[in-house]
């Protein structure tokens, strides 16, 4: 393995158009502090990049709905944003934004240079474009019905319901968000990404070269490369972002895929600029590792369109590995800030004052590094109550305690050691590596786990040795004992910093400790006989139940009112004729069986009894319906609609369903039993 001189360790550039939660941190920020954590602690050069994402359509959704400018929009979440980072301790070298004139110069320049060097495609294409409004649409502000599922509120690039990604005119009668009228398709001109002439190229990189990135980054990398890739477009039309710096370009503005990346770099550039130091090392030397950490999501862009663009412009080094994680649930549902199902950072600190530690290591435990993982508020209680405080702080006040009431809070000089002390310390002396090793290969769980069964040593040690029944009995083996403890804990504090570190902090404090590094852990003699220790303090304390019953309560609350505020009943269509009503034919039916459809979340293939024969349809209802719940339903089904293939499968025909308040979709069924096959009028 390639020992690197400097290393940079970037982070997804989360959107400035709302705050912080839980799912982030678990999922980017968290295993990357550890990371920069420990190569600092290494002695390593690293230069830790963080920043906002102000540009892109959510900004302008969210300015549009606030009815301010998207740059005070991005003013506001930029310093929500930026002061959670700071109270959970992610010690950023630099946490920059993209809409500085710095940034918008660093992606303009990249861009000209790709388009001097002739790599772009320049194409004319039909977009949807609103004339009331005077403008072409992004695909978030067009909606309409999703041809795969009939999903009447699907997305220009998706739909929702079924899953399906899509192209704007994919959609049957599509509506602009911004009027509510049919839009038209006018030509228009836009530079494209040839990524399909770099597939070789990245084929032999990623799948030759870096078979040792995580099965889920690698899996995902060979599933893009095997379908083929395709010219994608790096400009759009909008008038809030970075302006295409060319002639005859007017209104004109870099896609987001494309200058979000590339804030890494003009962040760097903000880093020297602050501290007068050249930022070229950190990019563009081959002795630099680049790390980039994301969220799965983001894989795509990292591993292959940004890499593309580096390696199209050539004087830039390539990421070295991009450690993605999976997605962090939440009481087993899906985060989601639109339902407010979350669990937000700066909410979190007013009712948890001085616990960043414990959600840094309940979210490291439950990190979700190769499938999504889980956060549930009695998990949380239960490591703080039964980890943290139980055998962690146990173990460390004990010891405290122990050395300021025989002596007087100075470190006792060892005697002679006894088996148990000499295995104690080899084992001492194993488990930086052992952490080392894990985090080296981003396993944070485990090397958090190994992290916990150092302490949970010393908790053992010290219980099984009994200080206080020999204290007067046998005095220098008691001294050997509060020794062994006293060096455990101030390895604790050094290994427990990248994961932990105002623990640390305060850990280093109490046994007035100097600042040490990696390279000292595991030794026995880091404290000297006679150095003076403080006062014992708790470094945890008890969460009890009514804490987690607020937080539940919260949580529920928070969601209901939500979806109160933004309960938007639908307008009703245009009207229709009686004989086109007439056309519709419904009819009573009974599921008798039910399936999921494979390698899909939504869809369940339902066969269903229509009183004159089975009838198969595919339904959009998986994630609100176990196959087992729904059959012996009666439903109504709307019995002519053409039929259609999903996912292989023939659908003939459509149950109905109704939205509640939830967001669940229930069964439109009659209220008393009819036979299968009866009309509904």
């Given amino acids: 393995m390639k020992n690197f001189e400097r290393y940079t360790v970037t982070t997804a550039l989360p959107y400035a158009n709302g705050p912080i939660h839980i799912g982030h941190l678990a999922g980017v920020y968290v295993p990357a502090d550890i990371y920069v954590r420990y190569l600092r602690l290494k002695d390593k050069d690293v230069l830790f990049i963080g920043g906002s994402d102000e540009h892109g359509v959510p900004i302008t959704i969210k300015a549009r709905k606030e009815n301010v400018t998207p740059q005070d929009i ?109 839009p038209i398709l006018k030509e228009t001109k836009h530079w494209f990404l040839p990524l399909d002439k770099y597939e070789p190229w990245l084929k032999k990189w990623i799948l030759e070269t870096h078979k040792e990135w995580k099965p889920n980054v690698y899996g995902q990398c060979k599933s893009w490369l095997t379908q083929g890739l395709q010219p994608r477009a790096v400009t759009r039309d909008l008038d ?24 890494y770099i003009s962040a760097a550039k903000h880093w020297a600029q602050e501290n007068k130091k050249d930022w070229t090392p950190y990019w563009k030397d081959k002795n630099t590792k680049l790390v980039h950490f994301i969220g799965k999501d983001n894989i795509v862009f990292h591993c292959i369109i940004f890499p593309s663009i580096l390696h199209a412009e050539g004087s830039y080094i390539l990421p070295e590995n991009v450690p993605a994680n999976e997605f962090l649930n939440l009481e087993n549902d899906k985060i989601s800030t639109s339902r407010n199902w979350a669990v937000w950072l700066h909410e979190y600190l007013k009712d948890f004052p001085d616990k960043q530690d414990v959600l840094r290591y309940v979210l490291t435990a439950n990190c979700p590094e190769t499938k999504d993982n889980d956060f549930t508020w009695k998990d949380f209680q239960t490591k703080n109550n039964s980890e943290l405080l139980a055998i962690f702080g146990n173990f460390v006040n004990r010891t ?77 083996k008691v001294r050997t004992i509060i020794n062994i403890s006293l060096q455990i804990c101030a390895n604790l504090s050094i290994v427990a910093e990248p994961f932990i570190p105002f623990t640390a902090a305060k850990m280093k404090r109490i046994l007035n400790l100097p600042d040490l590094n990696w390279q000292q852990a595991g030794k026995p003699d880091l404290l000297s006989p006679g150095q003076t220790i403080s006062e014992p303090e708790h470094l945890f304390e008890k969460i009890e139940d009514a804490a987690i019953e607020h937080q539940m309560a919260k949580l529920h609350d928070a969601k209901s009112a939500n979806e109160q505020n933004n309960r938007v009943v639908e307008p009703v269509k245009a009207d229709i004729s009686f004989d086109d009503f007439q056309k519709v034919d419904l009819r ?29 349809v595919v339904s959009g209802i998986a994630e609100h319906y176990k196959p087992e719940e729904v059959v012996g339903k009666s439903v109504c089904l709307v019995a002519n609609l053409a039929p259609k293939e999903l996912r292989g499968i023939k659908s003939h025909g459509m149950v109905l369903m109704a939205e509640d308040v939830d967001g669940k979709l229930v069964f439109v069924s009659p209220a008393h039993m009819i036979s299968n096959g009866m009309t509904i009028k």
């Fill in 74 to 182: 991005v003013n506001k979440y930029h310093a929500i944003i930026k002061k959670s980072f700071q109270d959970f301790g992610i010690t950023f070298d630099i946490y920059s934004r993209t809409s500085m004139e710095l940034h918008h110069r660093t992606a303009s320049e990249i861009f000209k240079t790709l388009h001097d060097k002739g790599e772009f495609i320049e194409k004319t294409t039909h977009q949807y474009y609103d004339e009331e409004a005077s403008q072409f649409l992004a695909d978030r502000y067009i909606t309409g019905t999703c041809p795969h599922c009939s999903y009447e509120k699907a997305y220009g690039d998706q739909c929702e319901n079924c899953g399906t990604s899509l192209n704007a005119t994919d959609l049957i009668n599509p509506q602009s968000v911004l009027s509510g009228n049919t």
């Fill in 240 to 263: 809030w972002g970075v302006k295409v710096p060319l002639d005859g370009a007017d209104e004109k503005v870099l896609y987001v895929w494309f200058d979000a990346p590339i804030g």
């Fill in 400 to 476: 405290i305690v122990l050395t300021n009431k025989y002596y007087e809070g100075k470190v006792p000089a060892p005697g002679d050691l006894c088996q148990l002390d000499k295995e104690t310390l080899k084992a001492l002396e194993d488990y930086p590596d052992k952490i080392s090793l894990h985090i080296a290969n981003y396993k944070f769980r485990e090397a958090l786990s190994e992290m916990m069964n150092l302490a949970r040593m010393g908790n053992k040690y010290l219980t099984e040795s009994e200080p206080w029944k020999i204290f007067k009995t046998a005095p220098d």
């Fill in 588 to 616: 009573a039916a009974t599921i008798i069986e039910a399936e999921k459809v494979p390698k899909t979340k939504k869809l369940l293939k339902l066969t269903l009894d229509t009183g004159t024969g089975k009838r198969t």
